[in-house]
């Protein structure tokens, strides 16, 4: 029987990552996220696609928006689907699901635009996620076809926390979805464990295909060119403004601040981080022991920091040289790194450092790309003078495009699938791809184009 791949978003983009595999009568849907820069329902994957088509399975390989954000919709359009998850993506996601909840209630007025779900739904939610560890093997069934059987593996994406790449195994053909993936240790997480077995297809992200990998050093050596800036702005007195996630990247980079902080390689000072960040760094120091952890010893909620929540007064940020970490990474408009940018860019002294992945479409992504002195536009009515330094590093939670090259040289795929990247950076993979693996299939994925894998 054949198997037929069909993308719902997350192709030719970043966000809303969702793709429809049906292997062997078996339809299984690979992640379910939202995208970010979207509002209502332009924000989700494209369900109308599925109607009619045979639904069993749920894998979410991890538990960033853009792969887990939209399941509560697509659970209240298909109830009986089956849902599996690592243990920490499934303690993640009650966590950020009920966050986005309020989120989406403070965005969208108009219930008709899109009906948001409940604290309540999401419980229910929760409850029923299976949970598996990484290479805890697995057989999933379909509904109407209980004669054919596939066999899952997990193994460890080292993107964040429960990040899980996804082997599919049925009839001797196997198919290996990376989710997100990072072969390079950061700062807590070890590199993604591959499987040992050759490939049929491989469904590759693509992120950093368009990155010039000579932009981003290693992470230590990033740490320190990070150490000697931080330095400097706060020994003339200045404060530090870091965008960040509150999933993944607050934990890596605070752990990063901390240990530079501990080996004396920058002044002690305060740091602010806050929110959800705080629940999630609770859930990353009760899994330390049981995943893959550079330093397990190491208790992100023991390093000592502040509510930036409880700051009333913006301005006192400034009173003595501190560093905030702030939601979110991509200083989408409304959130606290954005309100307090505009705040941080009349300070001469301060700085705003950049320290991960923007998507163009972002605000965060028109912040790093300006510099002291250059006028910003903030809105339609609103322009300012920039007068704080701003600065990019790269802390990469994302493989860089010669290692996603690696990945394909490894498995050796018959076909390779490209999602999750934008259209210059997949054209780039595909071309790379083809020059060491001449007869490898190359696919670049299409939302709404099936392939026949």
Same mark, same amino acid.
């Given at each position: ?93 009650? &966590? ?18 899109? !009906? ?66 990072? $072969? ?30 000579? /932009? ?37 980079? $605070? ?12 002044? !002690? ?20 022991? &049981? ?21 009333? !007064?913006?301005?006192? $940020? ?6 905030? $970490? ?8 409304? /959130? ?10 009349? !300070? ?33 009515? /609103?322009?300012? &003078? ?55 299939? &190359? ?11």
């Amino acid at each position: 029987m054949l198997t037929k791949f069909l993308p719902l978003g997350g192709a030719g983009e970043i966000g809303a990552n969702c793709f429809y595999l049906n292997i062997s009568g078996i339809g299984i849907i690979l992640d379910c996220g939202m995208h970010p820069q979207k509002i209502g329902t332009e924000a989700l994957p494209q369900f109308d696609l599925i109607s009619g088509k045979q639904l069993d399975h749920v894998i979410i390989s991890h538990a960033h928006h853009d792969h887990l954000g939209a399941l509560p919709f697509l659970i209240k359009k298909h109830p009986y689907l089956k849902i599996t998850t690592t243990p920490q993506t499934r303690a993640l996601a009650e &966590v950020t699901l009920h966050n986005a909840v309020s989120i989406m209630k403070e965005k969208i007025s108009d219930p008709d635009q899109l !009906q948001i779900y409940t604290h309540e739904e999401i419980d229910l939610l929760i409850r029923s996620i299976n949970y598996k560890a990484y290479k805890d093997e697995f057989e999933i069934e379909g509904y109407t076809n209980s004669d054919n059987h596939i066999k899952v593996n997990l193994f460890d994406a080292g993107h964040i926390l429960g990040s899980a790449g996804i082997l599919l195994e049925s009839n001797g053909k196997k198919i290996f979805y990376t989710g997100d993936i990072s $072969l390079d240790n950061q700062e807590l997480t070890p590199g993604a464990e591959l499987p040992d077995t050759e490939i049929h297809t491989l469904i590759l992200e693509s992120t950093y295909g368009n990155t010039d990998s000579t /932009t981003i050093l290693k992470w230590k050596d990033e740490a320190l060119r990070f150490a000697k800036s931080v330095n400097k702005i706060m020994k003339d007195g200045g404060s530090i403004l870091i965008p960040v996630f509150s999933l993944g990247k607050t934990q890596e980079i $605070l752990t990063v601040i901390w240990n530079l902080m501990r080996s004396g390689k920058i002044t !002690q000072t305060d740091i602010y981080t806050g929110g959800v960040a705080e629940k999630i760094s609770r859930i990353y120091d009760y899994n330390r022991y &049981v995943v893959n952890r550079i330093d397990p010893d190491i208790e992100i909620s023991s390093i000592p920091r502040n509510n930036i929540y409880e700051v009333t !007064q913006p301005g006192n $940020l400034f009173k003595n040289p501190c560093i905030v $970490l702030a939601p979110s990474g991509m200083m989408m408009e409304g /959130t606290a790194s954005y309100n307090l940018a505009r705040y941080w860019i009349k !300070q001469n002294n301060s700085a705003i450092f950049t320290v991960g992945f923007m998507e163009e479409s972002t605000p965060g992504y028109k912040f790093a790309n300006y510099n002291k002195g250059d006028t910003i536009q903030l809105n339609e009515f /609103t322009s300012e &003078v920039i007068k704080c330094f701003i600065q990019k590093f790269r802390f990469p939670s994302h493989s860089r495009r010669e290692g996603l090259i690696k990945i394909v040289n490894k498995l050796r795929p018959q076909k390779v699938i490209l999602v999750h990247g934008e259209p210059d950076g997949i054209v780039w993979m595909k071309r790379e791809i083809k020059k060491k693996n001449k007869s490898t299939e &190359v696919y670049i994925a299409r939302s709404g184009e099936e392939i026949i894998i």
